[in-house]
């Protein structure tokens, strides 16, 4: 017996939004499947084929852990971003793939999009169709007597309560420190999120603190301990938790929470289920005032950290942090940051940096290797990294339980680990950073660096090629922009010389700053920007065996850009674009000299050209077409979709094995076309269905090879 249930998950979540209405979506997914097994009359739900459809990149981070949620029930997980081809994409995944015709077909949605689904999909003479939505959207059709409809309100999972949700972040921040926890951003909002979720449907989720004021909260971390502060506000913004700013210390964080809580329970929508993360007693009468009208009240709080007063307040529910989330230890990270392994990890700036940095900077002034702890955290306030005394001591005390720093006598004198591995690779960055700059201030006598030359003369540098550095040019910005945080550079915005109504960023050295003393060597060691090699007249072939990256790039520029200029009836690509769509490929600088190649045989052109929204000229690139090297490209990708129109048609499975046998001559590098007709959407990856993939069929491209077949 086939029986399928499809849960169309972005039409539910939008009806759902609609009506107000909460979903544990665990339990949600978990009953679909079960009522759908029963309806079915199968003895399991492992005889049911469920799959949770639903465009997962459009709902951001939370795309991701609903997608967990129903692998986690027993779903396939299917990506589609257009709806207009949703019916087509799941008859040619799952319904083409099954030989037996459907018994039982059970679709979880209101909208019309399914209902080719309904009609195409090959079913028994006792089928059985169910509808589980808000409405009935096969009533007004041909299929509306065959359905059997059960409304939204039905379903299992479904909850009225609304939630709001005020996290004092300091105070919760503060406490979890206090009590020997790594404040883990990411994994507290994951869990601030499922557990603000258990209580009903959240309308508003908002966090207090001094955002943006360095050193004035406890380190935010990620699980590999690099530091997140930064970032803080804009993670927060993406799990739809409101970074409210205040200043810092208690009193303005508790007036302001206090006055939006007081605010918020007097709307006509206000919430049922309020929320309050903070171990604060001041609260405790604003919590009474929401009880007196009939609110369920809930506080989180750390253990230790949480007022006896709300602890015993009879109409409060305290639930602990240390209760529904995995935070680690101080000591526990250090363990697990340095385990075999871990060292694959990206290496960022942290809060470790600003202590390495500025413990190097004292010492080098001061010239000795040893300081007492008072002297570390008064440089590391006068330099911002801390906004006070205990938080400077708080930091310093963690750095120590990491290793970074050693005690060297009980009267409080520490000094750097030389061989921990992240003062190492910290100064080893830095240093590096400094001297690139130092050495072309030097020999070019320039008065700053180009921010852009900087990154581009440090991706060329070699003894950066440690595991997890100098990988891509946002890890180079972060380094350079933590240099000039630590007051070791200084960044400007000046005029650029053609527009000076556009500002670019350079980087100089800060006067005042006593840089360690450099050997000669390194400054050998960094070499100027050389002169590439010359690749007229070499072809494309040849060019595989010298440089295959190389090579590669070439055939990616030149399909990117035909298709560009084809469907947008453009004579050229915007090279900054362009770039970014090929940044990930982009080893060694392949980009550049792709297009330098291209350049020197010319089989492209590189300049300035009038752009239609903007007032100025835009750096771009157009394809000489009728050049050899663009027409071998273009034709083998014609080639390529080809092939694949063919599979398409006779509804073969795209795969490496498949392709190799629809075309056994042409010895196809199908892990390259893969990934470059993905690049370019023409393929997309089946979900649940490793190495496999499906065609764009309506694509520009597709369609302007399948009208050439049909003219021949």
């Excluded at 240093?431 to 050495?439: A, F």
């Excluded at 498949?658 to 010895?667: K, M, T, W, Y």
Aim: charged share 20%.
């Amino acid at each position: 017996m086939a029986a399928y249930l499809i849960v169309d998950v972005d039409d539910l979540l939008q009806r759902f939004n609609n009506r107000g209405i909460s979903v544990d979506l665990q339990e949600l997914a978990v009953g679909l499947r079960g009522g759908a097994a029963l309806a079915a009359g199968l003895f399991s739900a492992d005889s049911l084929k469920a799959v949770a459809v639903a465009n997962w990149g459009a709902l951001g981070n939370l795309g991701a852990n609903f997608q967990r949620v129903f692998r986690s029930a027993g779903y396939d997980v299917f990506d589609m971003p257009r709806r207009d081809q949703l019916a087509d994409a799941l008859i040619v995944h799952y319904f083409s793939f099954d030989p037996e015709p459907v018994d039982e077909l059970i679709l979880a949605t209101s909208s019309k999009d399914l209902i080719p689904l309904v009609r195409r999909v090959k079913t028994t003479r006792n089928a059985r169709i169910r509808i589980w939505g808000a409405e009935n959207a096969f009533a007004q059709t041909e299929l509306g007597e065959q359905v059997i409809f059960q409304p939204l309100e039905s379903l299992p999972g479904i909850q009225t309560k609304n939630v709001a949700v005020y996290i004092d972040f300091e105070n919760i921040a503060i406490s979890l420190n206090e009590q020997g926890f790594v404040v883990n951003l990411d994994h507290l909002i994951e869990r601030f999120v499922m557990q603000a979720k258990a209580h009903g449907q959240v309308i508003k989720m908002a966090a207090y603190a001094p955002w943006g004021q360095r050193g004035s909260l406890p380190p935010l971390v990620d699980s590999m301990g690099r530091e997140i502060a930064d970032d803080a506000p804009s993670r927060l913004m993406l799990a739809n938790i409101d970074p409210v700013f205040n200043l810092p210390g208690k009193n303005s964080a508790d007036m302001r929470i206090a006055r939006d809580v007081i605010t918020d329970a007097s709307q006509k929508n206000a919430a049922d289920v309020v929320i309050m993360a903070s171990g604060d007693r001041d609260f405790n009468q604003v919590l009474n005032s929401l009880r007196a009208s009939n609110k369920t009240v809930i506080v989180w709080g750390v253990r230790g950290s949480t007022s006896r007063q709300l602890e015993n307040n009879p109409g409060i529910t305290v639930e602990y942090i240390e209760d529904f989330t995995n935070l680690q230890t101080h000591q526990s990270l250090s363990t697990a940051a340095f385990a075999d392994g871990a060292d694959v990890a990206l290496f960022t700036p942290s809060q470790w940096s600003s202590v390495i940095i500025q413990f190097d900077r004292l010492a080098t002034v001061m010239g000795t290797d040893t300081m007492s702890v008072h002297q570390l955290v008064d440089q590391l306030q006068d330099v911002g990294a801390v906004i006070s005394r205990p938080r400077g001591e708080d930091l310093v005390s963690q750095a120590m339980s990491l290793g970074i720093l050693k005690a060297m006598s009980a009267n409080g004198m520490i000094t750097l680990n030389p061989n921990h591995p992240i003062v190492d690779k910290t100064r080893l960055i830095r240093d590096r950073v400094v001297v690139r700059v130092m050495n072309t201030l030097g020999v070019r006598g320039w008065e700053y660096v180009n921010y852009g030359f900087l990154l581009k003369g440090l991706a060329m540098d070699r003894d950066l090629d440690r595991p997890g550095c100098n990988v891509s040019d946002q890890w180079r910005s972060e380094w350079i922009d933590c240099l000039v945080r630590e007051r070791i550079l200084v960044r400007e915005l000046l005029p650029h010389r053609h527009n000076p109504d556009d500002l670019v960023p350079v980087i100089k050295l800060q006067p005042d700053v006593t840089i360690p003393v450099v050997p000669a060597n390194m400054m050998m060691e960094m070499p100027e920007e050389q002169e590439g090699p010359n690749w007229a007249g070499i072809s494309l072939h040849e060019l595989d065996t010298l440089n295959g990256e190389t090579a590669d790039m070439v055939r990616r520029v030149i399909v990117s850009v035909e298709q560009f200029t084809s469907f947008r009836n453009f004579t050229w690509c915007p090279l900054g674009s362009l770039h970014k769509r090929l940044r990930v490929f982009d080893a060694a600088m392949a980009f550049q000299k792709a297009v330098e190649y291209l350049k020197e045989n010319d089989a492209a052109e590189v300049s300035e050209y009038q752009n239609p929204q903007s007032d100025f000229l835009t750096k771009g690139i157009s394809l000489r077409m009728n050049a050899e090297i663009c027409q071998m490209v273009l034709n083998q990708r014609d080639a390529f979709i080809r092939l694949l129109l063919t599979m398409y048609e006779r509804n073969t499975p795209i795969s490496d094995a498949n392709v190799q046998a629809a075309d056994p001559d042409s010895n196809w590098d199908t892990g390259f076309w893969f990934s470059l007709m993905e690049t370019e959407n023409v393929l997309n990856a089946v979900p649940g269905r490793s190495g496999q993939y499906s065609l764009f069929r309506t694509h520009h491209t597709v369609n302007l090879v399948a009208e050439a077949m049909k003219a021949k």
